[in-house]
C-alpha cells in the first residue's frame, strides 16, 4: 500500500515538472546556418512584455503548486480510503470466519468419517472467505448456505451408514433366523414321517424362510416364531404314530416317567399342550408284554391275597428312606407260588383213658345237755354237746395214655409224584391241589394269620416291557398294589 502511494506521489511531481517546463519559452530551433553573413542589431524589450511574461509565470507556478497540492490531498484521501476499506473488508472477513466457526462448533459431527464430508463445505467457504477482495464479494458469501449444505452431506453420510449397518444387521439376523428355523425343523425332519406330512414340513419350512427373506424390518424378522407350526406339526406327527400303533394301548412316556394309556386317552394329553418344547418331552412306545417272576415278601404283595389275572400297579421306594414313587401304572398277576415252608405239614395227636373206684361209710353219736335259771333280771344259762363219730372210707383210681406225630414235606411228595416213585399219584394230587390257595382262604375265612407277613412269595407278574428295566432295577424295593 505504501509503495502504491510513493507511485502516485512520484507521478505527480512529473506531472508537475512536465507542466512547468511546458509553460517556458520553447527556444527557437535555430535554422541551418547560412551562409555567414553579418547579424542584425537585436530588437529591445519593452517593459509591458517583461511583466506579462513574468505574471504568466507566476501564474504557472501558482498553478503547478496548487495542483500539486491538490493531487497530495487526493492522494492522501484516497490511501485513506483505501486503508479504511481494506481494514473494513479484514473486519467483515475475521466476522464471516467467526460466524462459519460457531455454525460449524454448534453441530455435532460426531462420525467421524461422514465428518470430512462437512468439513469440505467448511474449507470451501473459508477459501472463498479468504479469497474475497471486496465487501461485496464478501457480503455475497453465505455462511448458513456453506453450513446448512454440510449438515445435510453429513446426514447424508451418517444415514448411509446407518442404513448400510442396518441392512447388514438385518442381513445378520436373516441368516440367524433362518438357521434357528432349520435348527428346530431337523430334528422333526429326522422322524420316519410318511410322505405326505414330510411335505406338508418342508413346505412349511420353506414358506417361514421365504417370509424371512421378503422382510424389511429387524422387528418383522425376530416376529416369525416357528413354535406354532411346529406344535401341530409335531401334534399330528404324535397322532400318526400312535394311530399306527396296531394295540388299543401305548406308553407315554415323560421325564422317565411312564404309563399305559388307551390311545384316546393318550391323544387327548397330547392335544392340551400348547408348548412345542414341552410337547418333544413326550415319546411314545408300543406296548409289548412280557412276563417277569419276581421274590417278594408277603407284605410287599398286598398280604399274598393275589390271584393270577389280578390288575396290578407297582410301587418303588427309593433307598430305605425315600419317597415312593410309581414305577409301572398296570400289570397283572400270572403266578404266585407259597414257599417251601408252606408245604411242610406237622401233625401231633394224643390219646388218654383213665379210671377210678371210690367206698366209705361213717357212724355219728350226739347228746345234748342244757339248763337255765333267771334270778332277778338277770338270766343264766348251761349247755353241754357231746359228739362222737364213726367213718370208714376205701379209694381204687386207674388210668393210661399215649400220645404219637407225624411230619409230612409236600414239596418232597411234588417231586415223587413228578418222579412216578409214589402210589396213587392222581388222588395225591387232587388231594393237593390249590392247597396253597386254601391256606390264603382259610386265613380270610378264620381271620388267623398263619404265613408270617415276611414269608418270601415268587410272583410270576405281566407288564409291558418298556417298565421291565425300572422293575429290575428297583426290585429289592418293589411293592405290587392290588386294583380292587
Not at 91 to 118: I, M, P, Q
Not at 322 to 335: D, L, P
Not at 426 to 432: N, R
Request: proline letters at 4%; one cysteine or more.
Amino acid at each position: 500500500m505504501a509503495e502504491d502511494i510513493e507511485k502516485k506521489i512520484r507521478r505527480l511531481r512529473e506531472l508537475g515538472r512536465v507542466t512547468a517546463e511546458a509553460e517556458a519559452p520553447t527556444p527557437a530551433v535555430p535554422p541551418k546556418a547560412p551562409i555567414p553573413s553579418k547579424k542584425p542589431p537585436r530588437r529591445p524589450r519593452s517593459l509591458s512584455a517583461i511583466r506579462e511574461r513574468e505574471r504568466r509565470k507566476r501564474i504557472l507556478i501558482g498553478a503547478a503548486i496548487l495542483i500539486t497540492v491538490i493531487l497530495i490531498v487526493s492522494v492522501g484521501a484516497y490511501a485513506y480510503l483505501q486503508s479504511s476499506a481494506k481494514s473494513k473488508l479484514e473486519k467483515t472477513r475475521l466476522e464471516k470466519r467467526k460466524l462459519l466457526e460457531s455454525y460449524f462448533s454448534s453441530y455435532n459431527f460426531s462420525e467421524k468419517d461422514c465428518a470430512k464430508k462437512a468439513e469440505v463445505y467448511k474449507n470451501e467457504a473459508l477459501a472463498k472467505i479468504n479469497s474475497a477482495t471486496s465487501l461485496e464479494e464478501l457480503n455475497s458469501i453465505n455462511v448458513k448456505s456453506y453450513f446448512s449444505k454440510a449438515v445435510q452431506a453429513y446426514k447424508q453420510c451418517v444415514e448411509t451408514k446407518e442404513r448400510l449397518a442396518y441392512e447388514a444387521k438385518l442381513n445378520q439376523t436373516k441368516q440367524e433366523k433362518i438357521q434357528d428355523i432349520e435348527t428346530a425343523f431337523q430334528p422333526l425332519l429326522s422322524m420316519p414321517l410318511p410322505d405326505s406330512l414330510r411335505a406338508k414340513v418342508v413346505a412349511t419350512l420353506k414358506s417361514l424362510e421365504e417370509r424371512v427373506k421378503n422382510a424389511k424390518k429387524i422387528e418383522d424378522v425376530l416376529a416369525i416364531n416357528p413354535d406354532t407350526y411346529l406344535l401341530n406339526l409335531w401334534r399330528e406327527y404324535y397322532f400318526w404314530k400312535i394311530d399306527n400303533i396296531p394295540t388299543n394301548e401305548v406308553i407315554l412316556e415323560k421325564d422317565g416317567s411312564k404309563e399305559l394309556l388307551s390311545k384316546a386317552e393318550a391323544k387327548s394329553i397330547l392335544g392340551t399342550i400348547n408348548d412345542y418344547h414341552e410337547l418333544l418331552k413326550y415319546s411314545i412306545h408300543e406296548v409289548q408284554y412280557v412276563d417277569i417272576a419276581l421274590v417278594l415278601s408277603r407284605d410287599k404283595v398286598a398280604g399274598g391275597f393275589l390271584e393270577p389275572g389280578d390288575k396290578i400297579v407297582l410301587f418303588a421306594k427309593n433307598g430305605t428312606k425315600g419317597t415312593f414313587k410309581e414305577i409301572a401304572n398296570i400289570g397283572y398277576v400270572q403266578m404266585i407260588l407259597l414257599p417251601v415252608d408252606a408245604g411242610k405239614i406237622s401233625v401231633s395227636e394224643s390219646q388218654s383213658q383213665g379210671g377210678s373206684t371210690s367206698t366209705s361209710s361213717s357212724t355219728t353219736y350226739s347228746e345234748t345237755h342244757s339248763s337255765s335259771y333267771n334270778p332277778g333280771e338277770i338270766s343264766f344259762s348251761n349247755e353241754t354237746t357231746v359228739s362222737d363219730t364213726y367213718s370208714n372210707s376205701q379209694s381204687t383210681t386207674q388210668s393210661s395214655s399215649a400220645t404219637y406225630s407225624y411230619n409230612v414235606n409236600l414239596a418232597e411228595i411234588l417231586k415223587a409224584i413228578a418222579a412216578g416213585k409214589i402210589q396213587a399219584s392222581d388222588e395225591v394230587k387232587a388231594q393237593l391241589e390249590s392247597y396253597g390257595w386254601k391256606i390264603i382262604t382259610l386265613e380270610q375265612s378264620t381271620d388267623m394269620l398263619v404265613l408270617p407277613p415276611d414269608t418270601n412269595f415268587l410272583v410270576i407278574i405281566r407288564v409291558p416291557s418298556i417298565f421291565v428295566p425300572d422293575i429290575l432295577q428297583y426290585q429289592n424295593f418293589l411293592y405290587l398294589a392290588r386294583v380292587s
